[in-house]
């Protein structure tokens, strides 16, 4: 294989897709776009660095040691380097493929393993993380919630500080009921309802199936839906993503869906790739493509029919932006347009609304130190603004913000987007 000019040498390793990498051309454009470079300052942990040393990985020019490994892991994947980007680096692929690499190359210690070993047994299958938490169901029916985080310490404290209110009193929020009967021949719609949202944030699922329908779509129901695959994405585990695309693309084609929604950007972002993911497949690389065409947003879906009625809410709101659905989806006016439809609701621009929260899939269990800073400085963010709401688009971010709010002892709420449209919904 001929290599670019001005690389030192031929790949010798299987670490990424080797021509990506000479996109890249130093200017330094995406290093403040970097979350974990604005908390470091250092080189190696930012989007330009990585691509240096995935460059010297491929070439055998560097060990994968622990150093290595490290700067690599602390890449939360937001992508924001992308937006930020002038020569178009595909760094979210070159992410994905050189962890990928790292999985199968890198002894991780005892307890790195154990972490990452639970989260890829539980949180992509919505019965186990059920059962998991079945426990702490029944302490939050003993009011014992808090007594049982006092007692813990360490990263499991961390952990169920960052799980949301998981019995909740019934309200209109969680009702599927349609506003409008949709019109004849109006396009179908089917909800991902995901796989750690269907057990933690269900409501969000429902709620963008009843604004879907108030908008005048005809809602479709997934008979079964599994992982998007995005976790093992970002942990290198491509061969289950896969495993679990194919299962999606299959429901997907056969529910007839003239679009695919899912209340998580980051399961948006994964479902959009699917045409890539499996475009070696020959049983599934066309109806991938298919699928990857159907996916759509939200707020952008709505406005195409035209905003529903909206009842009067006074009251300031602030709008976070997911990074997978800005970066990777390119979403930025949609969801703020559909805000400012509200009658008497004050949109407050939140300084650094794009930067990542921390959250970032499961990086946030994974790299618990890293990700409580970036939550801490989202927090500031949004406080600044002193806004009643703070509004978004992805599960993740919401149970990453709202922790650290708790822990502020703030009265601000973080609501998702689907949960605060239908809240406005006229009844």
Known sequence: MEHPAGSASPPVRDVVDYELLFDCVHCGLCLEACPTYKVTRAEMDSPRGRVYLMKALAEGRLALDDDAARHLDLCLGCRGCETACPS???YGRLIEDARVFVEKNYARGRADRLVRRLVGMILPYPRRLGATLAPLRLAERLRMRGLVTLALSGRPREWMELL??????????TSTEAAHAPAPGAPAVAVHHGCV???LADSENLNSERVLAAAGYRITKLRRTVCCGALDLHSGNLKRARQFARANVREIIRSGADAIVSAASGCSTAIAGYGELLKDDPEFAADARAVSAKLRELSSLVLERGAPKFREMRCAVTYHDACHLVHGLGVREAPRKLLK????????????????????GSYNLTEPAMARQLARRKAERALATKARYVVLANPGCEFQIAAELRRRRSRTEVVHLADFLAMALER
Do not use: F, H, N, Y
């Not at 949301?164 to 929020?173: E, F, I, S, T, V």
């Not at 004050?346 to 970032?360: Q, T, V, Y």
């Open 164 to 173: 949301p209110p998981l019995r909740k009193a019934p309200d209109q929020r």
């Open 341 to 360: 439809s509200i009658p008497g609701l004050r949109l407050i621009e939140m300084p650094e609304s794009d930067m990542c929260c921390g959250s970032a």
């Open 197 to 199: 949202t269907q057990v």
């Open 88 to 90: 178009g680096v595909r």
